[in-house]
């Protein structure tokens, strides 16, 4: 059993005021700007391959490796989660929460910036590896960054829906992203986009990462933290080595429950655009569009599946949510392929489905002790997506050699594992009900 953790104690119950809404606004507006920058490379994928990798190599072999590199972001985001988690935990939450923004920001406008292969040969396609492991070791301390410092700030009754407010923050600047590839598709010829225009989206990025970095002056630090630091209540030794000792089950629940996460996002979101341009010859403008509003769809997915854990309890809304999950991609990967024509319904129905990873936070932040909760979310989350998160495009990319709906099989797979996770967080929170009630009397 995974024990909660929470700061229920700390004030008594009481709903969310204006200074929690104007937080939650914040923090998920900063974290759409940085997540666009982070994303906004996998929407133009074909392009960059062509261009930064020798146009001789065959065509599965260059989106490999265009995958590969985006995966390095993933691969990176441990060391900078670590890092960042570690100082969140003994410094505050907030600075990390700013200084995350900075080293988004830069990489991102310097993409832009890049020459390509045909410029200055091998060296453009190792200087773009390199922007994106800075990009990951960035977004490994925004993301359990945001979320622990927005379920630290509003009542513990309300931290699923502040953590789903947060991810659907972060889906938004998925959104962000592929309504400005969509505009760019539909706005100029491919040779344009060859010749120059793939660079827009990079230098509005880190403009994007400035306006993200000004907004952040204006959060104050967690009440949380705040009252640790005036108990002198912090982690005494090095916090990830009493998360590793003390509390190993929370971080294996929490690694599954971020492949989960993983496999919707990766897969469903960011993966399928390309997905149907290569394997149904569908147009890039058709499958934005698409994405765009499955990405939609996703952002209300999210602060539903939050507000519903708020009331059902993690292990209900897992079993439900991932049910909902496998059954809805199923269809929507095995309709597209014979008929198109209800692309964007389908794909829009499977997009709010995915919105299951909007309850994933609310189990891994009450799943360690505030002295701890930052290293404890970031080392689960990070290490977890780097292996999962960062191989599953190259993963499913060969996988489609021999399976046209591998998508489809991989998430559903997972899915599984998700009604399992379900009933074991159901049967965890069954005693904790019993020892409430028993309290109660």
């Not at 120059?196 to 989206?201: E, H, M, V």
């Not at 147009?283 to 997915?301: E, F, P, Q, R, V």
Request: glycine fraction near 10%; include cysteine.
């Amino acid at each position: 059993m995974i024990p909660p953790h929470n700061e229920a104690k700390l004030s008594p119950p009481r709903p969310l005021n204006r200074q929690d809404y104007r937080t939650l606004a914040l923090a998920a507006l900063g974290g759409a700007l940085e997540f666009y920058d982070f994303i906004i490379f996998v929407f133009f994928a074909l392009v960059i391959g062509k261009l930064f990798f020798p146009p001789n190599m065959p065509d599965w072999l260059r989106q490999f490796q265009t995958f590969g590199i985006f995966a390095a972001g993933y691969l990176a985001r441990p060391l900078g989660g670590i890092v960042m988690a570690h100082f969140g935990d003994k410094l505050g939450r907030k600075r990390m929460f700013t200084l995350s923004i900075v080293l988004m920001a830069v990489p991102t406008l310097l993409m832009g910036m890049l020459p390509t292969y045909a410029s200055i040969g091998i060296a453009a396609p190792l200087a773009l590896l390199a922007l994106r492991i800075l990009q990951g070791a960035a977004i490994g301390g925004e993301v359990p960054g945001a979320w622990v410092f927005v379920a630290e700030h509003v009542p513990a009754r309300h931290t699923g829906y502040a953590c789903g407010t947060l991810t659907a923050g972060l889906t938004a600047g998925i959104l962000l992203g592929s309504l400005l590839a969509t505009l760019i598709n539909s706005s100029f010829s491919p040779a344009q986009i060859s010749n120059w225009a793939w660079r827009l989206p990079f230098l509005v990025g880190g403009i994007f990462g400035l306006l993200a970095m000004y907004l952040r002056q204006w959060l104050q630090e967690t009440p949380v933290f705040a009252e640790m630091q005036a108990r002198k209540a912090l982690a005494d030794e090095l916090p990830l080595k009493t998360v590793l000792r003390e509390h190993k089950r929370a971080v294996i629940i929490s690694m599954l429950l971020t492949w989960l996460l993983s496999a919707a996002i990766v897969v469903v979101i960011l993966m399928t655009p390309t997905y149907l341009q290569k394997q149904f010859g569908m147009d890039a403008a058709t499958t934005l569009k698409a994405n765009s509003l499955a990405t939609i769809a996703l952002t209300a997915g999210c602060i539903t599946a939050g507000r519903i854990i708020d009331r059902l309890g993690s292990g209900l809304t897992f079993i439900v949510g991932s049910l909902l999950l496998g059954a809805c991609s199923y269809h929507f990967y095995s309709s597209v392929a014979s008929d198109g024509s209800q692309l964007y319904a389908l794909y829009s129905l499977t997009g709010f489905s995915v919105g299951i990873v909007g309850a994933v936070p609310f189990v891994m932040v009450r799943a360690f002790p505030p002295a701890v909760r930052f290293s404890g979310l970031s080392f689960s989350y990070n290490v977890a997506y780097a292996i999962f998160g960062g191989l599953t495009p190259m993963a499913v990319s060969l996988w489609l050699k021999a399976d046209p709906l591998a998508p489809a099989h991989y998430v559903v797979s997972l899915c599984g594992m998700g009604v399992l996770l379900g009933i074991y967080l159901l049967l965890s929170e069954s005693p904790q009900r019993a020892d409430s009630a028993s309290a109660n009397c």
